[in-house]
């Protein structure tokens, strides 16, 4: 069993606010307050691993409340990329390192529905996934997220899973940068090569990463 990732640590760097370690609610008070001194200009997610529903939602609101950017250096995965959603602007860092964003879904989207899902208000209801509510459609109940298939004593929203969903890279080349997509279902762990590929799936396109 690998070593559990560290709590949020929040360092300012100039107008940058760096976060790194995991979204767990510890330094959100401390988040707060740095956003509301108006000294930041970038909330910038340096590798970090997830988090809980409840600490992404947290970090979310203050980011939208507050009209700063966001930056991923490295990657950022299920509840730091709600977060890193709510900024004015998202983008992946510039540098050497391969960057890399996951998105946590519930079920494998459609071409249509990754095309609209990270867009505008669309974005903000990425925790709608990870409720325990079950959706019937022409009044036949569809299957439960597998997120939601957790025991009744626990939160649901807290149950993410940070190897599945659509996960965006760049990577980078002496020609710039090379942008891939893929869905992961959660059975390749961490080794993200046996995920399928995903074609026609910008990220920019799809409002995951603005220009």
Not at 80 to 85: E, G, T, V, W
Not at 90 to 106: D, E, K, S, T, W
Not at 132 to 149: F, I, N, Q, R
Request: glycine share 10%; proline share 5%.
């Amino acid at each position: 069993m690998g070593t559990p990732a560290a709590a949020a640590d929040i360092a300012l760097q100039g107008r940058e606010l760096v976060v790194s370690g995991m979204l767990d609610g510890s330094a959100i008070k401390t988040f707060t307050d740095h956003l509301a001194s108006g000294t930041v200009r970038t909330v910038v997610f340096e590798d970090l691993s997830g988090g809980t529903a409840d600490a992404a939602g947290a970090f979310a609101d203050a980011i939208r409340a507050s009209g700063v950017d966001t930056e991923i250096r490295g990657q950022c995965m299920a509840a730091c990329a709600y977060a890193f959603l709510a900024g004015k602007t998202h983008r992946f860092g510039y540098g050497f390192q391969v960057n890399g964003i996951l998105l946590p879904v519930a079920v494998r989207p459609t071409a249509a529905e990754l095309a609209v899902r990270w867009r505008g208000e669309e974005a903000h209801k990425t925790l709608a996934d990870f409720t325990p509510a079950t959706a019937t459609t022409a009044g036949t109940a569809t299957a439960k997220p597998v997120e939601a298939s957790v025991p009744s004593t626990k939160d649901a929203r807290d149950n993410w899973q940070p190897d599945h969903g659509v996960l965006f890279t760049a990577s980078p080349t002496l020609f710039g940068r090379i942008y891939n997509a893929y869905y992961c279902d959660g059975t390749q762990g961490r080794d993200f090569s046996k995920c399928e590929r995903l074609s026609d799936a910008d990220p920019y396109k799809l409002g995951v990463l603005t220009p």
